[in-house]
């Protein structure tokens, strides 16, 4: 595949995580009966099952800066591409985003204000998390993600099981952090959001950057330590 193949691939993935995973939770989250944390958890999850189906033979299916840091760690990804695959997860993530608005700003009472989905610590943490709690949360759960994807990718692992292992793993993380910071793990994903509402959602978007990132690379070292064989 070419670099342009790959970067497309990484451009709809990403599209589609943003759209379908953030969208589950602007759209269908809070109405009456709506779908809650865990549908948005499961949501966030099927997209990433679903395009390591479709997308993983052309680029690999990162969909997430902090995946291709990881992977680059971990020796499993080349540094030339590393600038290329994130260009394309934040301008796919920033697209889903725009759709999302376009959808979401028809409904009568449609504000910016209620957040879009945006991550946020502190008062903007769903459950009033501190910054120092949400970056914890965001490094370790960012390098559990990571020691799964490069597990269930590892070339002695079952082949085909990797986008089940990989999708189930970030429902976890959702499961377990969205009341914490909205869940990131994800650069990608929380730029597109943010970026439309703006103020405090850009101010505090260095986190979900650096976090997400630290993680990922401490877990590519870690991986190649734990799964290393005798020589």
């Known amino acids: ?33 709506g779908i809650g944390y865990v549908g948005v958890s499961l949501a966030f999850g099927l997209t990433v099952m679903t395009m390591a189906y479709a997308i993983g033979h052309i680029s690999g299916c990162h969909l997430n ?6 992977l680059w760690s971990g020796g499993r990804f080349p540094a030339n591409e590393l600038v290329p695959y994130i260009i394309a997860q934040v301008i796919g993530g920033l697209a889903g985003a725009a759709v999302l608005y376009s959808i979401a700003s028809g409904a009568p009472g ?14 903007h943490s769903p459950e009033g998390y501190s910054m120092m709690a949400v970056l914890i949360a965001e490094v370790v759960m960012t390098f559990m993600f990571l020691m799964v994807i490069l597990g269930a990718t590892d070339k002695r692992a079952p082949a085909g099981f990797a986008p089940i292992a990989i999708g189930l793993c970030l429902t976890l993380i959702h499961l377990i952090t969205i009341p914490v910071s909205n869940t990131s793990v994800n650069p990608a994903r929380s730029t597109g959001v943010a970026m439309f509402v703006g103020d405090w959602a850009t101010a505090q978007l260095w986190l979900f950057w650096v976090a997400p990132i630290v993680g990922a690379i401490i877990a590519g070292k870690v991986y190649g330590w734990v799964s ?3 020589k």
């Open 1 to 33: 595949m070419t670099l342009t193949n790959k970067m497309a691939a990484e451009f709809f993935g990403t599209f589609w995580l943003v759209l379908g995973g953030c969208g589950s939770a602007v759209l269908a989250a809070g109405v009456d009966l």
């Open 65 to 70: 800066p902090a995946v291709s840091f990881g």
């Open 110 to 123: 449609f504000d910016l204000a209620g957040g879009f989905a945006s991550n946020g610590y502190g008062g």
């Open 228 to 230: 290393a064989e005798e």
